[in-house]
Structure formats: C-alpha cells, structure tokens
C-alpha cells in the first residue's frame, strides 16, 4: 500500500512537474507551433533578440500585461523565460491586471509613486499619462537610440497616440479594422449575397432602410457602439469622408466648416428617426452591440475579429454563419490603424534600460508572431509578416485574414483621433453634441460649430 | 495655627483622602472609557476626518491624481459656479429627491399589509425585502434588461399585445432616463424601508384601532391619524436616511447608463459629475471642489429636513 502511495506521488509529482516545465499543445491553439523559435530557442536566438545595450545588471522590473492572464499565462511566462535567458540577471515579475478597474490601478500606481516598470495598455488611456509627463519618451530611448528598432514598427501604430508630437508608448499588438461579419442566415433569409452588401457608408444607408423594409422590421443592417465610443467613432468618420478635422497647423479643428460634417450628422438622424438603426445604438458599448448582433437581429457587425470569440460565446449557431467581408469605407477610402495596444514605461523608472528591453522583446518579431499564433491579433512589428506563417489561411473564421494583414499594416494611416490633450473632455463634447443633433435638439450643422467651438476651446486652453 | 476638628466632625485629612480616591476613580474611569473610544475615534480620524480635511485642501489645487497637486486658490469654485453641468448636477440631484416621498408612501402602505397575522406572511416579508440585499449591479443589469428596445421585458410585451406601436424609450431619451432610474432605487428601496416601518408598527397600540373604530373611523383615517403619528420617528429616520441617499445617488445611474449618465447627461447627478471630473477626466482639484459643496448641501439639507420633520411632530403633541 505505502508502495502503491509512492508511485502514485510520483507520478503525480511528475504530472505536474511536466505542466510548468514545458509548453503544452493547446486544443484552443490549434496554430501554436512547439517546435519554433519562440517555445524552442536556442542560444543563437537569445543572442539575435539581445538588442539593448547597458542593461542594468540584477534589475527586477515589474511587468503589468492587461486582460491576458489567466488566458495567455503560459505565453507570458514563456515571454519571460525567453527574455532572462536573453538578458541573464534580470528578473521580471508578471503582476496580471484584470480587464475590469485595470485603468484606476495603473493611476493608482502613478499617483502613489510606484507604478510597473512596463505597462500594457490601451491606447485610449496613454495621452493622459504623457500629458501628466510621467513616461518614458519613446522617440528619443528608441527611435533616436536605435532607429534600426524603431523601423521595424508599423508607423502607425508608433504614432497612434502623441502628445506634442511625441509618442510615449511602444506599440504590441495591433487589431485589423477593414473587415467586418455578416450573419449569413440574415442574408439567405432575404435573398441577398454577398455581393449586393453595401461597400461604402454613403450606399449603407440606403441599405439600412431596405434591410428594414424587406424584413417588415426584423432585422437592422447594423448598430453602433455610440454609448462607448461616440467620440472616436464620428471624427473617424469625418476622416474617413475626407473632411479635414484639422486646420494645417494643428492649432484649431475646422471639420464644421465642411457641410458633409453637417451631413454625416443629418443621415444618423435620419436613420435613427426612421428606425433604421437600433435607438438602443444611442447607449450601447461595443459589448451589447455585439450581444445584439449574437441574438441574430444585426445583419453586419464592424469590429475587429479578435472580438468575433464573442459571438461564439452567445450564439454558435450565428458564428457558424458567419462571413467576413471588407469593411465599409467612407469616400476617402481611407484604412485606419484600429485598435493599438501599447506598452509604456513610467519616466521614473528605477531601470530604464531593462524595462526598455523587455518592452522591445515583447514586441520583437518572433515573439509577437508567436501570440498571433495563440489568437487572431496582429503584430505591431512588420519583420513579423516575413514569418511564412502569414501566409497560410488555416481552418477558422479569423484565418483567411492573415495573408491580407502585411499589407494592410503597411498601408494603413493614422487618423490622429486621439492625439487632443484632455482626451476625455474631447470626447465628452463630440458625444454630447452628436446627441443633441441626433436627438433634434440642435440642428446637425449647429451641433457641428458647438462641437468644433468647445473643442478648440479645449485645444486653446493649452 | 492649624483648626482641631470638633470631636464627631470629619477629619478634613481623611474627607481628602476619600476625595482624592474618588477623583482617582473617576479618572480612571474617564482614562478607562477614552481608551475604549480610541481604537474607534483613529479609525474615524484616518479614514473620515483626515480625508475630509484633504478633499477640503485639494478642492484648492489643480490636481490629476498621477502628479503633485498645484494650489490654484478660489479658481475650481469659480469654474464650478460657471458650469453648466454642475448646474444640472445639483438639479437633478434634487429631483431625485423625489423618490423619499413615493418610497415613504410606498414602504408604509407595504408594511401594513405585511402586518397582519395571517399564515405565510413572512414568506412575503421576505419576498419583498430580496431587493434590498441584492447586488445593485445586478438589479442594473436585470432592469437594463426589462427597459431595454426593441425587446425588453415592458417593450416586448407591450409590442405583442398590440399595445404601443414603437417601443417605449426608457434609457435612449433624455426625458426619460432619469425617471427610468428613479424606478429602480424606488424597486430596490421599498422592501428596506418596509422592514423599518414594520418595527414601528408593531408598536402601535392596538387599542387604539379599537377605539377609533367604535368612534367610527373607517381603515383609512384609522392610519392616518394614529398610524401615521404613531410612526413619526421612524419616518422622521426613513426621510433623512433615503433622502440623503437619494442625493448621493450613483450606482444606479453607472449601472443603468454605461457609465454614461444618459443621452445628453440626462441623468448627471452631482455626484456622477463628481465621479466624471475626479476619475474619467482627472480633474481631482475639480472633483473635490464638488465634493465640498455636495457636502455642505447635503449637510444643510438634512439639517433643514430634521428641524422640519421635528417641528411637525412637536406641533401634533
């Protein structure tokens, strides 16, 4: 019996030694590949990725990766190991912040003094943090220090948030703005294909009503995030429309002297009146207009694959119908960098250089293709799309993107939405008077001049 | 020359012994009760009044939580006097004020009816206190459910009996917002207050229902002229305590809202504006300054609420 207890102690001991010692194939990973350079390296490999010189000798920088853990764990430790193989005596300690309150953390942090050394965060949250002049000027530590690194990113990303012209965060990954899905169960139901989809959003809304029309109210073309992301939402599509937001210096947004602002307004109205659109888009975040969307009411819905997951959390049998298509795009024909997610350094640092080097290893080539093996998101880093896995399409929805992404990336532009000082304000005031001509409170072209007058009151006060 | 006492006269030595021993006593006792109050008067002075004292000292300063705050004088009062939303912060702080007299009104017709001595009553009693002691969050996200268009609860109904044409805009019109809040702290408050008044209630003496009836009262006046004055304290407590409450509303509305406070801020209170400057824009010199004038309303307001409740009660003795 005591024999029988110590084999099974054993072997249970090996169990789950084996766990944390080696990578495991992932049933959910299906492209996670074992046998390269990012789960298998070699000393070459640690020498290629050793970029930074005056690295702090016995540094331990604190590490605070977002909404990752518990999921992507075993690919942060990996991320780690690799990185104190690479740089010997430095320890980095993975502290995972939830998806919830991470932002009042991160603040927290900096207010009680001792924030993580590399911080992963959204781009929407890195203006304040650089207007309060508390980190690290990625321009000078990278692209004046090593401008061979700095070329490596994809320039729109690099410049996604400025504050001054100058950028403080390093880009990580990136997610594909120019598809969206389309319930194909919708679309059989009412006799369309794919190619009588609207291509532009001048054609969308001609087609939000004859969605309406042939589905005797059932069905909408597609709803919006507006309670979230109204603020972004419509200077994007002022730019997407080619109507400049600002004049040439920077100093003032002129969008309101161009009547198409005016007009974008007057056809939301006018879609929102008609029923066209969900009202409920007035409120919704992007979380319900993706449950909208799940339940099977939505015909398109725009936002970046990673989030499709979601979808087949709610409602399998709509994601099995799914399609994706190009998404629709304004009369500029512009592609913008979507979603940016950003690594920053606090200015403070106790090691600038180690945590500098961690942040360019987690965005380096090899190991950012490695997590676009892990989930449909993509590198920030171009010298990834060499990696021939970027050329494969594989089995699931997301992967028929993957040969577009190289030249997406290397085409897209940065719409410089969010490089207002006092962001949060800004945003305020875009959705405040979006409302108001969305709601007849104001006409379209008054909301428009209050929105560009409380702006550049915003932009004057600096 | 040093006074002999007269035979059978206290000695003066022993008298202050004796006084002495007793002043010691009772300064032990003094020592023996602050020490008892001390552990609770830190807890208060490092987590009440010292924050108090901050927000007082930062509603004069330029302050964006992450770096040092710059002292900026009358500035943030200036500002806040001229903004509009502050404005309708405080207004609709007010409004909601609505909500004490339904939820009074509410709480006490619901606690006579569950002051009977009939089989099962506490199966009710506790039925409809649930929504005090469930999660505010919850009770959000269900309502957000029941408001919600084309096919929430009321909607969906409403459109399959034929009854409204277009749903009903509970959370996507600014008229509306405010009051589809206002329902859901009514919903959540009833059950609390109605545990109040139950206690008072049992406190009424019952012959005096017998007396009214045999001079004639009918069920009605019977309540209202001894059941209501028999419960004035605790409706002088239930006043105070929801509608100091009911200012300081806030998870309802982030709930309810998004985190939003409506279209077009229909429902910015005080204190979500407070929450906005402080924690969305970082305004914490700002936030504070709010705080410091939410508090002195608050503190007026109460103070306003019991001397007239109070002067009420003396006026019917």
């Known amino acids: 019996m005591k024999r029988l207890t110590l084999i099974l102690l054993i072997v249970a001991l090996a169990a789950v030694v084996t766990n944390v010692t080696f990578a495991q194939e992932r049933p959910d990973r299906p492209n996670r590949d074992l046998t390269g350079v990012f789960w298998n390296p070699s000393q070459a490999d640690y020498d290629r990725w050793r970029v930074i010189d005056g690295v702090e000798e016995g540094a331990e920088i604190r590490f605070w990766p977002w909404a990752l853990t518990p999921d992507f764990e075993d690919y942060l430790n990996q991320i780690i190991k690799n990185f104190e193989a690479t740089y010997p005596g430095v320890k980095v300690i993975m502290e995972g912040q939830p998806a919830a309150g991470a932002r009042d953390n991160i603040r927290n942090s900096f207010a009680a003094g001792n924030p993580a050394d590399v911080i992963n965060m959204s781009d929407g949250w890195v203006a304040e943090l650089a207007e309060a002049g508390v980190l690290m000027n990625m321009d000078e530590a990278v692209g004046a220090a090593y401008p061979e690194i700095r070329a490596e990113y994809v320039d729109g990303a690099w410049t996604k948030v400025t504050f001054n012209g100058v950028s403080y965060h390093i880009p990580w990954y990136l997610a594909l703005s120019n598809t969206m899905a389309v319930n194909t169960l919708i679309l059989e139901e009412l006799g369309l294909t794919l190619e009588d989809l609207p291509k532009t959003w001048e054609e969308s809304f001609a087609f939000a009503k004859r969605v309406r029309e042939e589905s005797d109210g059932k069905y909408y073309l597609y709803s919006f995030p507006w309670g979230e992301l109204a603020g972004l939402g419509v200077l994007n599509a002022f730019v997407g429309e080619g109507i400049p937001v600002y004049n040439d210096d920077r100093s003032q947004v002129i969008f309101n002297t161009e009547p198409r602002a005016a007009g974008i307004l007057a056809a939301y109205k006018e879609m929102l009146d008609n029923d066209y659109i969900p009202r409920a888009s007035l409120t919704d975040d992007v979380r319900e207009m993706i449950d909208r969307f799940s339940e099977g009411e939505i015909l398109l819905l725009q936002t970046g694959p990673q989030l499709l997951r979601l979808v087949r959390e709610n409602n399998e049998e709509v994601y099995n119908s799914l399609k994706l298509v190009n998404a629709l795009v304004g009369e500029a024909n512009i592609r913008n960098i979507g979603g940016v997610q950003t690594l920053v350094i606090p200015k403070d640092t106790k090691f600038p250089k180690a945590a500098l080097a961690f942040a360019i290893f987690v965005t380096n080539a090899d190991t950012q293709t490695a997590f676009s093996r892990e989930v449909p998101i993509y590198s920030s880093n171009l010298k990834s799309y060499d990696d021939p896995f970027f050329q494969t399409t594989g089995t699931q929805l997301t992967d028929s993107l993957r040969p577009l992404a190289k030249e997406y990336f290397t085409t897209a532009v940065n719409t410089n939405i969010l490089n207002f000082p006092r962001l949060s304000e800004v945003e305020q005031i875009v959705l405040g008077e979006f409302q108001a001509a969305l709601l007849g409170v104001k006409s379209p072209q008054q909301a428009a001049d209050d929105m560009a007058g409380r702006i550049n009151a915003v932009l004057s006060s600096q | ?317």
């Open chain 2, 1 to 317: 020359m040093v006074s002999t006492p007269y035979p059978g006269s206290p000695d003066p030595l022993a008298a202050e012994a004796i006084a002495q021993g007793k002043r010691r006593r009772e300064r032990r006792r003094t020592l023996t009760a602050y020490g008892f109050l001390l552990p609770s008067f830190v807890f208060f002075f490092i987590f009440l009044i010292i924050p108090l004292i901050t927000v007082v000292y930062l509603s004069f300063t330029n302050y964006n939580i992450v770096t040092a705050p710059q002292w900026v004088g009358m500035d943030n009062y200036t500002r806040l006097f001229q903004d509009p939303l502050f404005w309708r912060g405080l207004r609709n702080s007010f409004i909601y004020l609505v909500v004490t007299p339904i939820l009074i009104t509410l709480s006490i017709a619901l606690a006579i009816v569950v002051n009977r001595k009939l089989r099962g009553i506490f199966v009710f009693r506790t039925i409809y206190y649930i929504p005090a002691v469930t999660s505010v969050v919850a009770v959000g996200m269900i309502f957000e459910i029941v408001f919600a268009e084309p096919s929430g609860l009321i909607n969906g109904v409403l459109l399959a009996l034929g009854w409204i044409e277009r749903p009903l805009n509970f959370l996507t019109h600014p008229d509306s917002t405010l009051i589809s809040v206002m329902l859901v702290t009514i919903w959540r408050g009833i059950g609390f207050y109605m545990v109040i008044f139950l206690a008072a209630l049992q406190a009424v003496p019952e012959e005096l229902y017998e007396a009214a009836a045999i001079d004639g009262a009918n069920r009605f006046q019977q309540h209202l002229y001894i059941t209501v004055p028999g419960i004035r304290p605790a409706i002088i407590f239930v006043a105070i305590i929801s509608s100091i409450s009911a200012l300081k509303v806030f998870e309802e509305i982030f709930v309810m809202t998004d985190g939003s406070a409506g279209v077009l801020d229909s429902a910015l209170t005080l204190m979500f504006y407070l929450y906005r400057q402080g924690f969305v824009n970082l305004n914490a010199g700002y936030a504070a300054a709010i705080a410091v004038i939410f508090t002195i309303v608050t503190l007026g307001f109460s103070i306003a609420n019991l001397r007239f409740l109070e002067r009420g009660s003396r006026d019917n003795r």
